[in-house]
């Protein structure tokens, strides 16, 4: 088996399958839904779908909690379904990119089912279990904070232990220490291969290998739970057991990650992981890693230009801006108003994307992105239905009551709700998503921000994205080029180039919303120029650009 990277020429779209599409009029998106788009994403241009998970689930954390791997939950549909699905997007070269959840399975999982009844259980060692501390043993095990906030530990009655779950009570977390817990997860990941998926998305998968002994460490535990003692060694037995013999691609959710370490994790000679995503382009405009702040365009570059110089030659990019845990970026990076000026939607949209697709790197479109949907308005503390909202908003009312108005603020513009609101397909009722009460608001701009709309518009984000989609493909700039970052310390532009066997792109961006004076000083060859892309109307030379419009983008292409 060769395997043909062909994640490096991929586009790649996010189905969020609650919120895509209803096919049974249940007000809960399913695969009969996801099916009845396929010519859409296929008319979209895009060649992959990561699909977030749609196994059997309590869906305590919207199916990141599973509870049988190698089922489908019967809200989505049947595996009958999920194959019909699969032949459907292979059948029009679209690729399926599966979600791995394996750092933390479900409390409902029959392992830990099996785990929970007694300390000598043959699943015991499938978890983390350990005494309590103090006098009464009612204390902690040690001082990790959960991801969704409080103790990472929750105690069990059943044997008077704690068991760890760095995510919520009913995620508890998977000993990869135990080589039976890693050949299940093999096991899985081979069925799946089987069944036909192209890839993976590892979930969290910076946090399988924990520290021996647990010890407190920083942050909540982050150094001893995050890029672990043995985690190359893990995933470079997942790669040399399965993923090696499949011409598939995984791609790492890898929170906190820096330059190095993504190479550690996919170097080409490693054998571990292919891509990772990094989350310092967030990170840079948050505090404490979450609570978001203005954007600063100049460390964003920063971001990205030191992503792309240090994974050139010997790693790969994931570009993204949203997905299902984050928030819409026309309202993360530019205003966050869902009733934004249109005009500045549109254009801040289709700019956002020429930012970041014409660097080096397969890029995520979420879904959504294409048309330029935005953060929603929160009008009650009960429009929080994210576990990870209500569990925040739990513990400040226990412990900080007075901060409440300042968390219900910042969750306005994190919160991970904002992009999981129903996909807008037209203006009739529920956006075209359900004939049914969908299973949670959809964003009251619907009537205006829809797929119908935006076929109807021929200056639409759909058709922006249509173009740059099609021009990314098979173009050998786009996906071998030298990355060169221009005019590095400008606060309101992003320009750069790519470079590629004497031909050179250049990507112009403007992200304010006023005019912005553009003088090249470079001195370029302007001979064999074409602009391949803007999101204004004009026809203006490379050399006659003075001025940029608010939110202007445009690409030139020198050959
Ligand atoms: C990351 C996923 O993207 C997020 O949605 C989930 O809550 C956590 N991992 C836990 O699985």
Request: aromatic share 14%; charged share 30%; net charge neutral.
């Amino acid at each position: 088996m060769v395997r043909t990277n062909w994640y490096k020429d991929a586009v790649v779209y996010q189905i969020y399958p609650r919120s895509f599409k209803d096919g049974n009029g249940d007000g809960m998106g399913d695969i009969k839904g996801i099916i009845s788009k396929l010519d859409y994403l296929k008319d979209l241009g895009i060649t992959a779908v990561w699909l977030s998970p749609c196994y059997m689930s309590p869906n305590d954390d919207n199916g990141y909690d599973i509870s049988d791997y190698r089922d489908i939950d019967p809200q989505f549909g049947t595996l009958d379904d999920w194959k019909e699905m699969i032949s459907g997007m292979h059948e029009r070269g679209i690729k399926l990119i599966m979600d791995l959840v394996v750092n933390h399975s479900s409390d409902e999982h029959e392992w830990f089912k099996e785990s929970r009844k007694s300390k000598d259980n043959p699943y015991r060692d499938y978890y983390f279990w350990r005494k309590g501390k103090g006098k009464n043993g009612k204390k902690p095990p040690n001082t990790w904070v959960s991801r969704f906030g409080g103790s990472a530990w929750e105690y069990d009655e059943t044997t008077r232990e704690y068991y760890l779950h760095l995510f919520s009570k009913k995620q508890p977390d998977l000993n990869w220490d135990n080589p039976k817990v890693r050949a299940e997860v093999q096991d899985i990941v081979k069925y799946w291969l089987d069944l036909g998926v192209d890839g993976f998305r590892c979930d969290v998968i910076t946090y399988i290998s924990k520290t021996e002994g647990l010890p407190n460490g920083f942050l909540g535990g982050d150094n001893m739970f995050t890029h672990g003692p043995n985690i190359h060694k893990y995933l470079n037995e997942l790669n040399e057991k399965v993923l090696s013999k499949y011409d598939c691609m995984t791609v790492g959710e890898a929170s906190g990650v820096t330059v190095e370490q993504a190479l550690l994790y996919t170097g080409e000679d490693r054998h571990e992981l292919d891509t990772v995503f990094q989350f310092e382009q967030v990170e840079a405009n948050a505090y404490f890693r979450i609570i978001p702040k203005k954007v600063n365009l100049k460390k964003t570059k920063h971001v990205f230009s030191k992503w792309q110089a240090g994974l050139y030659g010997h790693g790969w990019n994931s570009l993204y801006l949203e997905n299902h845990d984050q928030p819409r970026c026309v309202s993360r990076y530019i205003v966050d108003n869902p009733n934004m000026d249109d005009f500045c939607r549109k254009q801040s949209a289709k700019m956002l994307a020429t930012a970041i697709y014409f660097q080096q790197g397969t890029p995520y479109i979420y879904q959504g992105q294409e048309i330029g949907m935005t953060n929603i308005e929160f009008e009650n503390e009960s429009d929080h239905v994210d576990i990870m909202a209500r569990n925040i908003l739990g513990q400040i009312k226990k412990y900080a009551p007075f901060l409440k108005r300042f968390a219900l603020k910042v969750l306005d513009i994190f919160s991970r709700d904002n992009a999981r609101t129903p996909m807008q397909w037209n203006a009739d009722e529920n956006a075209g998503f359900s004939d049914a009460e969908p299973w949670y608001r959809v964003n009251k701009n619907y009537k205006k921000i829809n797929v119908e709309e935006s076929y109807a518009d021929k200056n639409s984000v759909l058709n922006f994205f249509k173009k740059l989609i099609s021009i990314r493909k098979g173009n050998e700039i786009i996906i071998k080029g030298e990355y060169r970052e221009l005019y590095d310390s400008h606060k309101d532009l992003y320009v750069y180039d790519r470079d590629y066997n004497g031909a050179k792109l250049r990507v112009i961006c403007n992200f304010k919303n006023k005019d912005v004076k553009y003088a090249d000083s470079a001195g370029m060859a302007y001979a064999g120029q074409s602009l391949i892309l803007s999101n204004y109307d004009t026809d203006e030379k490379y050399e006659e650009v003075k001025v940029l419009k608010p939110y202007e983008c445009r690409v030139y292409m020198f050959t």
